[in-house]
């Protein structure tokens, strides 16, 4: 779920109109990327389109289980009404070439990150369940969603950027807040591919955390999956955006997944189903499996999607199934290689067991139905309920059972882990007043950003952990992963292959895909594999951006031996041909002048210069001397 703001589209109008130097801003990014302004990447919906929105997203149903009442409920519900698209046209990373008009000033000190852990190793998929690469030890998920939108301000938008290294004073002062919450993942829902993240991921990395990595993006009108009918809803544009987003993320070992879509189920007009544009979704995540398939030096990095949980069944198996086409070869990618879901389904705060929890189990039993093959995430989770008690004064503080529950073996061997939603309340999104004690419908998150007013530019934003910070962090700990390694995992029989296609879906070969006509990035070379990060993890852009950004994704070290090496090499080879052709020069010159010598006798200035030079080895005078002889000979 991507929160928006009750006026999201508006709010984001009168932000990007604030100033002129915003508005200068904004349009030397557009140069930047080659956006030509007709696409609209700043323009705003027209008033009735925004209102159809408004209609069909809340009437959209989800699954939503009444522990109280025993009964599950298709119905609308809080967690869906939301006033725009889940992909806003009007909100614009604040990268590096999008600053704000006013630049920050001073902050408060960062604090030092955690002393760096050993070797970090990427995260492989073996069935059903994460693994570690090196060891082969079983990985179990245990994240948080991030977001950290300040207070007020130019940042204080949509589908920002808030990972490069102008932006280190945000992420850097989250980091210690991860670390104290027990995480091993964190997931991302916007970024952007033409900026560096180097110093970012390093220094998660250098705390033991892993990342996950969304594709798509709100960023720009044709940055995702939009609410056109299959295939128009797929767009070139977004073809190329997740192959760069591949680039920059695959090379750093804490990448652990990416997701080619959040919630395109709920990017529907109302009445339609997820055939609508889900066709559009799968073959994206098919063209970017192809992509990185075909690029040796681009790490196999799991590319799945994240649905929101309507029409579970069909969602489900649709993006495990594969096209049943023997005469093509890349059918083989027409499946995701992991599924997440986003899920609120234990939202009765009374149930403290997984036996009271009986929209947990219903959920639970449903993904055992299917047979799934692949690892399954519970993407977002967390249901806000006034039955969850008042702690401290905060109201309805959730006490998040079912992150202790992901550690229990029977819920694992359904789900690979999950990723609470959120780490920070948006102020933007909350109906409650500020230090938001009070129950609201969008207050998400497990802490909030303080004072009021911080918009991380001019006024720092400090974080303040909630009650719920620390039921999350003792649900965590509580969750361990089972206790086998790759090499003696075997996955059960019946979930090793596909699942059957649900018929309301037709066949990706039915459409005619526009993107298929528009070539792919050029495959990076071997510099981006050889990425490494930093002594220190990255915990400074500095640091991060002699080896990430500046050699352009090459190592620093392992460049600097090529330079070295080369440039021996090419002295050696460059020294053996002068030495050979001087040798040469110097018998031509001297056979050439011992004849001019006897020819022109003894008495003459000529040839005694040229026998110093021959007695000297100079062979410039040599040159020079045969010459003048040779000259006056043809002339007599």
């Not at 009750?6 to 508005?23: P, V």
């Not at 349009?27 to 705003?44: F, H, K, P, T, W």
């Not at 052709?581 to 040839?607: F, I, M, P, W």
Request: proline letters at 6%; hydrophobic letters at 30%.
């Amino acid at each position: 779920m991507l929160l928006l703001t009750a006026t999201g589209e508006n709010q984001s109008q009168s932000q990007s109109q604030s100033s002129k130097s915003g508005l200068r801003q904004m349009q030397l990014r557009q140069l930047e990327v080659g956006v030509l302004a007709g696409l609209g990447l700043y323009q705003n919906k027209s008033e009735s389109e925004s209102s159809s929105y408004q209609q069909f997203q809340y009437e959209s149903t989800a699954y939503r289980f009444d522990d109280v009442n025993n009964s599950t409920t298709l119905s609308p519900v809080p967690i869906l009404s939301m006033s725009t698209s889940p992909y806003p046209t009007t909100a614009v990373p604040p990268t590096q070439s999008q600053s704000p008009s006013s630049s920050p000033t001073s902050f408060p000190t960062v604090p030092p990150l955690p002393p760096a852990k050993t070797a970090f190793d990427p995260i492989i998929t073996k069935g059903y369940k994460f693994f570690n690469s090196r060891t082969g030890a079983n990985v179990l998920i245990k994240g948080i969603d991030y977001y950290p939108r300040p207070n007020a301000g130019d940042l204080n938008i949509n589908s920002a950027d808030y990972f490069t290294n102008d932006y280190e004073h945000i992420w850097r002062r989250d980091i210690p807040q991860f670390v104290a919450l027990g995480i091993n993942a964190i997931r991302l829902y916007s970024v952007d591919p033409d900026y560096d993240h180097s110093a970012f991921m390093c220094a998660l990395a250098n705390v033991g955390i892993y990342v996950l990595v969304e594709l798509a993006s709100g960023s720009c009108p044709k940055c995702a999956i939009t609410k056109d009918a299959a295939p128009k809803c797929y767009s070139a544009e977004l073809k190329l955006r997740g192959q760069r987003v591949i680039t920059e993320f695959s090379k750093y070992n804490n990448t652990l997944a990416f997701s080619a879509g959040n919630e395109v189920n709920h990017f529907v007009p109302l009445g339609e189903g997820p055939q609508w544009n889900g066709p559009c979704l799968k073959k994206f995540v098919k063209d970017m499996r192809m992509y990185a398939s075909k690029c040796r030096h681009i790490r196999n990095v799991p590319i799945g999607l994240i649905m929101a949980d309507t029409n579970r069944e069909e969602n489900t198996l649709y993006y495990n199934c594969q096209d049943e086409d023997d005469d093509k070869k890349d059918d083989r990618y027409d499946y995701a290689e992991w599924y997440g879901i986003n899920t609120y389904v234990y939202c009765n705060g009374t149930a403290s067991t997984l036996k009271e929890a009986l929209g947990f189990q219903t959920l639970e039993q449903s993904f055992a139905s299917y047979n799934y093959s692949i690892p399954v995430l519970l993407t977002e989770y967390g249901c806000l309920s006034q039955t969850f008690p008042t702690v401290d004064g905060y109201e309805a503080q959730r006490n998040f059972n079912q992150a202790k529950w992901l550690g229990d073996r029977s819920v694992q061997n359904d789900f690979a882990g999950g990723l609470a939603f959120e780490y920070s309340i948006e102020a933007a999104n909350a109906h409650t007043p500020f230090p938001f004690k009070e129950f609201g419908e969008q207050n998400y998150g497990i802490g909030y950003f303080s004072p009021a007013d911080c918009d991380d530019i001019t006024i720092p934003c400090e974080y303040k952990r909630t009650p719920s910070f620390y039921n999350l962090q003792r649900a965590y700990a509580q969750a361990q992963p089972e206790n086998i390694t790759m090499d003696e995992f075997e996955p059960d029989v019946y979930r090793t292959g596909r699942s059957v296609c649900p018929d309301i879906f037709p066949k990706l070969n039915s459409f005619h895909w526009g993107t298929d006509w528009r070539p792919s990035l050029i495959c990076p070379s071997l510099s981006h594999e050889l990425f490494t990060c930093p002594a220190g993890g990255g915990s400074s852009a500095a640091s991060a951006s002699a080896t990430g950004n500046n050699t352009r994704h090459l190592t620093g070290k392992a460049l600097l031996c090529i330079i070295i090496l080369s440039t021996i090499i090419t002295f050696i080879v460059l020294q053996l041909l002068e030495v050979t052709r001087s040798k040469k020069y110097h018998q031509v010159l001297t056979g050439r002048a011992n004849l001019l010598h006897t020819k022109n006798g003894n008495d003459t200035s000529e040839t005694n210069s040229l026998v110093v030079s021959l007695q000297k080895n100079d062979l410039d005078g040599l040159h020079n001397g045969y010459l003048s002889i040779a000259s006056r000979s043809d002339s007599e």
